[in-house]
């Protein structure tokens, strides 16, 4: 389940990870942890990164190693996964349950509006 929007930290220009790519002159490998995120959040991959998608990201093999000597991401046999993506970001199931929830509230609001506190059709979805 896509996001329509990912969290980035406030403090992550100073991250330990991030200066150490900065220290480095690897300013690229940052453009490319954010349009991860970006690309993680927009297609629900719960912070997958397929080998495919390096190109979507606006990186080459180089950068993807470089996330991964520094920990912000971890090697995986079809791609990469971002670091700690569950602590900081919705995941997938998450966000469906948010849209089931908006969902059933939608339908008890028109409910009761249009048919009174008794009706209670909203509980069968017609």
Same mark, same amino acid.
């Given at each position: 389940?896509?996001? @329509?929007? #990912? ?6 220009? =100073?991250? @330990?990870?991030?200066?150490?790519? !900065? ?5 690229? *490998?940052?453009? !490319?942890? =954010?349009?991860?995120? %970006?690309? *993680?959040?927009?297609? $629900? =991959?719960? $912070? ?10 606006? %990186? =080459? ?6 996330? !991964?000597? #520094? ?20 995941? %997938? #199931? ?9 969902? !059933? ?19 069968? $979805?017609?």
């Amino acid at each position: 389940m896509p996001l @329509p929007w #990912v969290r980035l930290d406030t403090q992550f220009p =100073t991250n @330990p990870k991030v200066l150490a790519l !900065v220290e480095g002159k690897k300013y690229r *490998a940052i453009a !490319v942890y =954010t349009c991860g995120l %970006s690309y *993680a959040g927009a297609h $629900g =991959t719960d $912070g997958f990164i397929p080998k495919m998608a390096l190109p979507f990201v606006h %990186s =080459t093999a180089r950068e993807a190693a470089d996330l !991964v000597e #520094v920990g912000l991401w971890h090697e995986d046999k079809k791609g990469w996964l971002i670091h700690d993506w569950a602590d900081y970001q919705q995941t %997938s #199931v998450e966000t469906a349950d948010t849209l089931h929830a908006k969902r !059933v509230g939608a339908r008890k609001g028109n409910c009761i509006r249009w048919h009174g506190h008794d009706c209670g059709c909203w509980k069968d $979805g017609t």
